[in-house]
């Protein structure tokens, strides 16, 4: 039983390291500024980040922008009213390609909506080699398997790393479909209380369209973003400050370590 148990908790503590980066880190910090990084989890997310999760911090965060904009409209790069459900998986990546693709490019279009990001497209993506984090995530996955016999502490390790493609697709597909609906927002974002606990509170598609500058996406009662009390601990530690909106009624964050409204 300890294997099995030492398995587990080796993929729950590799989805924990991809969720904190996306949804914390490029999610509520690079893309919506309702967070605000300090300077080690700024570089942490600038120099890691396209390593830890394979998706480059500035395309990931110019995609979301260009979804915030378009949402559930022809020109949204990822709505399940365009795609449906199921084949949303593949088209969000090829979505996400696109827009890496025109940024490396620097057309104007997508270029001005990641002026504030002040940093360029990782290397890996400049020069082709976006398949690299994920051979050393599965060089790691197959070192463990090699040297210590250990092929499903291996698998628990990849598997719980490359987590992002069918989380990112839980959301964008299930919480733009099904679900309630808090506020009546001009798309079809939903409130899907099953994505929100898997995928730490990204599930309250809603609640975000409806405030996109709240680090907290749980607005009701009985809703728990598991994301917001990351953020929540990072400020503790002085990683980030909680950024919050002026006149809210109540629904963003309070400012933690003393940060200012945007």
């Not at 294997?3 to 729950?12: K, T």
């Not at 390291?17 to 509520?28: E, G, K, P, S």
């Not at 270029?111 to 599965?138: C, I, M, Q």
């Amino acid at each position: 039983m300890l294997y099995p148990a030492l398995c587990l908790l080796v993929f729950v503590c590799m989805y924990m390291v991809n969720i904190y980066y996306i949804t914390v880190l490029y999610h509520r910090g690079l893309t919506h500024g309702a967070v605000k990084l300090g300077p080690f989890a700024q570089w942490m997310v600038v120099h890691t980040g396209n390593w830890v999760t394979g998706l480059d911090p500035k395309g990931w965060s110019t995609m979301h922008r260009l979804h915030h904009e378009h949402s559930d409209t022809p020109l949204d790069p990822h709505s399940p009213r365009n795609h449906g459900v199921v084949p949303l998986m593949l088209a969000q990546l090829k979505s996400y390609n696109r827009v890496l693709a025109r940024l490396i490019h620097k057309e104007p279009e997508v270029t001005k909506l990641s002026r504030d990001l002040a940093f360029e497209v990782s290397w890996l993506n400049r020069r082709g080699l976006w398949a690299l984090p994920y051979l050393l995530h599965a060089g790691i996955a197959v070192a463990l398997g090699i040297f210590f016999g250990a092929w499903l502490l291996g698998a628990a390790y990849w598997l719980g790393m490359m987590t992002h493609p069918v989380q990112g697709w839980m959301v964008n597909a299930f919480a733009h479909k099904y679900g309630s609906r808090n506020f009546e927002t001009p798309d079809d974002s939903r409130n899907n209380a099953a994505v929100a606990w898997l995928v730490f509170g990204e599930g309250y598609q809603n609640n975000h369209h409806h405030s996109p500058r709240s680090a907290n996406f749980a607005m009701r009662s009985g809703e728990v973003d598991l994301g917001y009390a990351l953020c929540v601990a990072s400020a503790r530690v002085g990683l980030l400050d909680i950024v919050a909106l002026p006149n809210d009624g109540g629904l963003a964050a309070q400012p933690v370590n003393g940060a200012s409204a945007p």
